[in-house]
């Protein structure tokens, strides 16, 4: 019997993850399958802003980025690539797939040069790297009660603040996170 993919979900760092790149993360599983899973975590904010990646590829701001265009650390593979995330919108992009409840993910330059000159999404989240799983260990970390996954919504993958999207994530799985106790016992 083959396993339930966890694509299109939120994975929900628990309190006792010991893995600083995930603690209390929350990472968008953009693709899962037998060879492994690949995500994107939704909120780690970085000190960069989308002007200064915009400079750094040499795109010309006309009209600049609104609060809505965040930029966070997606996870700690390939940090020097970008990965947006968006509403659909009706303007076709280079490279783009769509995704879940709306969401696409787009990685060509075009995207960044549309909302630098005002014409791009509305709000997007701009990730710096990703977060990756060989085969069978999401699977051996959700069984050591690691992760909780829940379906993701483009709420809170967009428009719910950073300091609030992990425990509004698990709250849409009726769960208040702050009262798990970080140690589990297995008896």
Not at 51 to 80: K, R, T
Not at 140 to 163: G, I, K, M, Q, Y
Request: hydrophobic content about 40%.
């Amino acid at each position: 019997m083959e396993s339930a993919t966890l694509k299109h979900q939120l994975l929900i760092a628990m309190p006792q993850m010991d893995d600083p790149n995930f603690e209390h993360a929350v990472t968008y599983v953009v693709e899962h399958g037998k060879e492994g899973a690949m995500g994107l975590t939704l909120n780690r904010p970085v000190s960069l802003s989308l002007n200064d990646i915009l400079a750094d590829m040499d795109i010309e701001v006309e009209v600049p980025p609104s609060d809505h265009h965040q930029v966070v650390a997606g996870g700690p593979i390939q940090q020097d690539s970008g990965f947006v995330l968006h509403r659909s919108t009706a303007r076709h992009w280079d490279s783009s797939i769509q995704l879940a409840d709306g969401l696409c993910l787009t990685t060509s330059r075009d995207i960044m040069e549309a909302i630098a000159l005002g014409e791009g999404p509305e709000a997007t989240l701009v990730c710096l790297g990703y977060a990756g799983w060989d085969e069978g260990q999401l699977e051996r970390e959700l069984a050591d009660n690691v992760w909780l996954s829940v379906a993701s919504t483009p709420e809170l993958v967009l428009d719910t603040p950073f300091d609030q999207r992990w425990q509004a994530a698990a709250a849409s799985l009726g769960v208040d996170i702050s009262l798990i106790a970080t140690q589990v016992g297995h008896g």
